[in-house]
């Protein structure tokens, strides 16, 4: 537990060094601290000389120091566990689109579950086929492309985008290849 960024391990360290138990429960070497806090440069001036203050204020600052390097050090090492862990979840990138999330959220669900990926071979073969033709490939994983897909489902945009000069021939090509059916 932290009391004003003094963790456990700090005050064990404070406890197991005599000069620093001894300094802490004097009232001159808390006043030192405190003048340190407030104006460095004046308590130098102020205990230069004084070589118990001095050398109490050298232990201190020493016991601090190393205190801050590894609260920096444990920040660090879980920041970077963290972004490892978010890097672990966007396996393909920081923008595959929201169908290939969805894909891939279902699929770590079912393998959490022990199922196989794939239901029978001819199921793999098609997605083989479409994997293979890199075009589709292309379109498929373009993330503004899925956008468009899902947008098609609102009754009245299918038109929209069938018309447009970018997307409509992208659209045209999934239909002809079988990825798009369209009830009439």
Not at 8 to 22: C, D, F, G, H, Y
Not at 41 to 46: N, R
Request: charged content about 35%; glycine content about 8%; hydrophobic content about 35%.
């Amino acid at each position: 537990e932290e009391v004003r960024g003094a963790t456990a391990s700090l005050m064990e360290k404070i406890s197991k060094n005599p000069r620093l138990a001894v300094g802490l429960a004097n009232p001159r070497f808390m006043q030192a601290i405190e003048d340190m806090k407030r104006d460095p440069e004046a308590a130098q001036k102020k205990y230069k000389g004084n070589k118990e203050i001095e050398d109490f204020i050298t232990e201190f600052a020493g016991v601090m120091g190393e205190h801050f390097n590894e609260l920096g050090a444990k920040k660090e090492s879980e920041e970077k566990k963290n972004k490892k862990a978010e890097q672990q979840q966007q396996p393909m990138g920081p923008d595959i689109g929201p169908l290939a999330e969805q894909a891939l959220k279902r699929q770590k669900e079912r393998e959490a579950k022990g199922e196989v990926g794939w239901d029978d071979s001819a199921s793999q073969a098609e997605v083989d086929k479409i994997i293979g033709n890199q075009e589709l490939a292309s379109i498929l994983m373009d993330p503004e492309m899925q956008r468009v897909l899902q947008e098609c489902a609102i009754p009245g945009k299918m038109n929209k985008f069938m018309n447009d000069k970018t997307w409509g021939p992208k659209i045209k090509l999934l239909i002809d290849n079988g990825l798009i059916k369209i009830e009439r």
